[in-house]
Structure formats: structure tokens, C-alpha cells
């Protein structure tokens, strides 16, 4: 299986000292992953996400990228890796941006095995709307953060994830206040209430393109 990860989804899960989990969340045997080739700059150049995610976030982005440029298991995507024709389509679609064209386009590249991981829920929303082929062609293949946190909470991460997130409120005020709104005390059936909710709201504004799997 191959993950692409949008930078959204990066940050937050190393701001939650979490992004290790992602393998051993899906069959870490056999799991590669690809993050944008803009994933170190934007946290060089852009003192509001070193504001927001804090000093540790962005250590452990940076060693992220550092792993991708020697890892054979961790990838960094480029438009080296996409279909010309297919990127320059979905950059037609307003609410995609180039990031999330670009996953788009690299998981078109891969069989259905691959899954797009993203945070921006209005670019699905708005690839369902387009019509654009991509969208039946990444049927069942896009999964959002409340989805990758499901099935965290589902695991015997609950107790990590829980206290992860409570104790960094500003990364996903959502996720914090709603998902684990009785904070350190929330329990797991409420997390896993709140979350299900999400993705089911979620569902319904975009057809077919989540992942029925999580």
C-alpha cells in the first residue's frame, strides 16, 4: 500500500507526536508514503505554522524530510511523479490547490491500493463536484484526518492519542474540543461517537471518494 499525506495531515500528526503511528495504523510491513517535496520549506519559511505547531512539530518535520530523502519506504511527490494532462485538469478545479492536485494526481498513478490522505475536506468536497474522471478513479481511495484518528482510537493507541491531543488544543481545535471534549476524561465511545459523525457528514458531501475501510 502506498499513503500520499497531504502537509496538512504531516503537521498535525507530528505536532501530536504521532506521525509514527501512521504505519502500524495500516500494515507497516508493507506500507510506503509520500509527502509533498514543499513539506520542510513550509515550515522554514512560514513563521505562523512554527507559531501554531510549535518548535517540536518542526523538528520532527524536518527529520521527516530528512528520512524521506534516504528512505526507500518514505517518498517525497513532485510533478516528476504525476501525469501532466491530469494535474493541469485538477488545478482547473476551484478549492484544489497544487498540493492536493498533486497527491491526486500521483495516486491516479498507483492501482487502487493507494490512499490520499488528506486535512482539506473542501477539496474533496469539490473534486465530488467537478465530475472530473479523477473522482471515480479515486472512488473509496481518500481518507480524512477524523478517519486516520478513528482508527487510531480504535487501536491500543487510545490512551497515547487521547493525551496527545488534549495537551496540544491548538493543532485541531475541532478534534480537541469536540472529539475529546471531556479532555483526559473523554472515553473512548464518546471519541468514537463524535468521530463517527464527521466522516459520516463527510460522506454525504462527497460520493463515493472516501475510503469504506476505516
Not at 500521483?106 to 475536506?121: L, N
Not at 473542501?122 to 472512488?139: E, F, I, K, W, Y
Not at 485541531?172 to 475529546?180: G, K, L, Q
Amino acid at each position: 500500500m502506498v499513503l500520499f499525506v497531504d502537509n496538512d495531515i504531516a503537521l498535525k500528526l507530528a505536532a501530536w507526536d504521532l506521525w509514527s503511528s501512521l504505519q502500524s495504523a495500516f500494515e507497516p510491513s508493507s506500507v510506503d508514503i509520500g509527502v509533498l517535496a514543499t513539506l520542510p520549506h513550509i515550515t522554514r519559511k512560514n513563521r505562523a505554522v512554527r507559531d501554531r505547531f510549535g518548535d517540536e512539530a518542526v523538528q520532527r518535520v524536518e527529520q521527516l524530510a530528512a528520512n524521506a530523502s534516504a528512505s526507500k519506504r518514505l517518498f517525497f511527490v513532485d510533478q516528476s511523479r504525476v501525469s501532466t494532462a491530469v494535474f493541469s485538469r485538477l488545478l482547473a478545479i476551484e478549492a484544489l490547490d497544487v498540493g492536493e492536485a498533486l497527491l491526486f494526481s500521483a495516486a491516479c498513478a498507483h492501482d487502487g491500493s493507494c490512499r490520499v490522505i488528506t486535512g482539506d475536506k473542501r477539496c474533496v468536497r469539490a473534486l465530488h463536484q467537478s465530475g472530473d474522471p479523477v473522482a471515480h478513479t479515486l472512488s473509496g481511495q481518500i481518507i480524512c484526518l477524523e478517519q486516520v484518528i478513528r482508527r487510531f482510537v480504535s487501536s491500543a493507541l487510545y490512551e497515547q492519542v487521547r493525551q496527545s491531543i488534549v495537551r496540544g488544543p491548538d493543532v485541531d481545535r475541532t478534534i480537541s474540543t469536540v472529539v475529546f471534549n471531556q479532555g483526559l476524561n473523554t472515553p473512548r465511545p464518546t471519541a468514537i461517537e463524535a468521530l463517527d459523525s464527521y466522516i459520516r457528514e463527510l460522506r454525504s458531501q462527497t460520493g463515493t471518494l472516501l475510503s469504506s475501510s476505516v
